[in-house]
């Protein structure tokens, strides 16, 4: 009974592919976000979806494109992956209870080689 | 623009003692603030939420306060236990009905020691 997932748990690629993340959670939240922890352990947001509306956007790269089909899903697509791009990418969710409490995934341990 | 800063950035204490972790913010028109505990190679687990109208939350042997006006907040852990070592993070909320993105702090690694 996962709360928030995501898969792929580690990525390794190189220099130029495209890749995609996909995440999914279960507790009827209306918000969804993906955030970067960089090699420096410091978290910081990319993009925040509501009812699969873009909220939030960071002057993230538009190599980055999330994409929501439906409210329990959003998915991160990058083209033309940089050695910079390495890091770890954490989807959170929040709901209107508990005063928008955040809910994070495990993470995915993104390489860029 | 909201920054989030938490001292100290490490801490090693030995089994049993309390231990105070400390956050401030640029900004005190917040939404609310909430704790996180990560362990390593693991995702965020929230702790404690603190909504901008709230003075402290507490629990088991955590108890977080709020001084929005200072901007400041402190995570008191009680009794600490070796399984309480990991990075404790604290994240601030806009305000006005809460802009939906959290800042971070850069964390505190806590290690205590048995």
């Known amino acids: 009974d996962t709360a928030v997932s995501q898969t792929p748990k580690y990525l390794v690629t190189q220099m130029g592919n495209d890749k995609s993340i996909k995440c999914e959670q279960n507790l009827g939240h209306d918000t969804m976000y993906w955030y970067k922890q960089d090699s420096k352990k410091f978290l910081k947001i990319m993009f925040s979806y509501n009812n699969k509306e873009l909220i939030i956007n960071e002057t993230v790269p538009n190599r980055f494109s999330p994409k929501s089909p439906d409210k329990a899903h959003l998915n991160l697509h990058i083209n033309s992956l940089e050695l910079g791009d390495s890091a770890v990418y954490f989807c959170?969710?929040?709901?209107?209870?508990?005063?928008?409490?955040?809910?994070f995934g495990p993470g995915t341990r993104l390489t860029v080689t | 623009k909201q920054e989030v800063t938490q001292i100290p950035a490490a801490l090693s204490v030995p089994e049993g003692e309390n231990l105070v972790l400390n956050c401030s913010f640029t900004?005190?028109?917040?939404?609310?603030l909430q704790w996180f505990r990560q362990d390593p190679g693991k995702g965020l687990t929230s702790l404690l939420l603190i909504q901008s109208s709230q003075r402290e939350q507490t629990s088991g042997r955590l108890n977080a306060s709020l001084d929005k006006s200072s901007g400041r907040s402190t995570l008191y852990i009680a009794a600490s236990q070796p399984g309480d070592s990991a990075t404790y993070l604290c994240a601030v909320r806009g305000g006005q009905g809460g802009s939906e993105k959290l800042v971070f702090g850069k964390g505190t690694k806590l290690t205590v020691n048995p």
């Open positions: 959170a969710s929040s709901g209107r209870d508990r005063g928008g409490e955040q809910y």
């Open positions: 900004d005190s028109a917040i939404y609310n």
